[in-house]
């Protein structure tokens, strides 16, 4: 299956501090997406990609769809404390009646106030 | 209302045993999935059905049985539990637009 490589896997940071994080890929996705996790919670969909190329904000969540399809970055900037957390890329595919998403690894956050 | 609701959130069992973890949305999707989440945190999708009908079935041992009455629910049964099936286990729904709604999961913990 699709492999999704997502670094860096851990990020310990100081409050205030702009953080990046990116997935690659062995193959094309019609869509990129990110979701934060949070202690005993599913993942919850932050920012969704639907175009090679596109650049998405969403408040202080800046991504982007790679070019070739194959990567996408996620930035957060002027991190603080309620950004801790696990951040997954996914990459979707969508085909006949379903949409199969795979995820990376995860990164996990630690902001310092 | 929970738009993906999971029972119970926790469950605690022999090895041998078997057990069903349930599923149900509220959002009017076609599409319900689940997710197993090892130790390491890595999501790893184990099946997708799509109004009742099996759309993916992933390499995952057949004592696992996913059984969708009808298409607001989805649930998982596990046979002759092992201590290696220890894991959360998440339930997610998808209505034909990018991206899923998860459930709050299930932690299986196998002693």
């Known amino acids: 299956g699709q492999q999704l490589n997502q670094s860096p896997q851990s990020m310990f940071i100081q409050e205030g501090e702009d953080v990046s994080m990116n997935c690659t890929s062995s193959?094309?996705?019609?869509?990129w997406l990110w979701y934060k996790q949070e202690p005993g919670e599913g993942p919850v969909l932050l920012i969704a990609l639907y175009k090679a190329g596109e650049l998405t904000s969403n408040g202080r969540l800046t991504a982007q769809f790679g070019i070739t399809r194959k990567d996408s970055f996620l930035n957060i900037s002027a991190s603080i404390p309620s950004d801790v957390g696990i951040y997954f890329c996914a990459g979707q595919l969508k085909w006949w009646k379903n949409n199969d998403m795979r995820f990376g690894a995860g990164t996990r956050l630690t902001v310092k106030p | 209302d929970t738009a993906v609701s999971q029972t119970p959130k926790y469950l605690v069992t022999q090895m041998g045993n078997d057990k069903s973890i349930k599923c149900e949305q509220n959002l009017g999707h076609d599409t319900m999935y689940w997710y197993k989440q090892d130790s390491k945190k890595f999501l790893k999708i184990m099946f997708s059905?799509?109004?009742?009908?099996?759309?993916i079935n992933e390499t995952v041992p057949n004592r696992f049985s996913p059984k969708s009455p009808d298409k607001a629910h989805l649930n998982l049964h596990i046979n002759s539990l092992e201590l290696g099936d220890s894991a959360v286990y998440f339930c997610?729904?998808?209505?034909?637009?990018?991206?899923?709604?998860f459930g709050s999961g299930t932690r299986l913990t196998v002693v």
């Open positions: 059905y799509n109004n009742k009908e099996l759309i």
């Open positions: 997610a729904s998808n209505g034909g637009t990018y991206g899923y709604t």
């Open positions: 193959s094309i996705f019609n869509t």
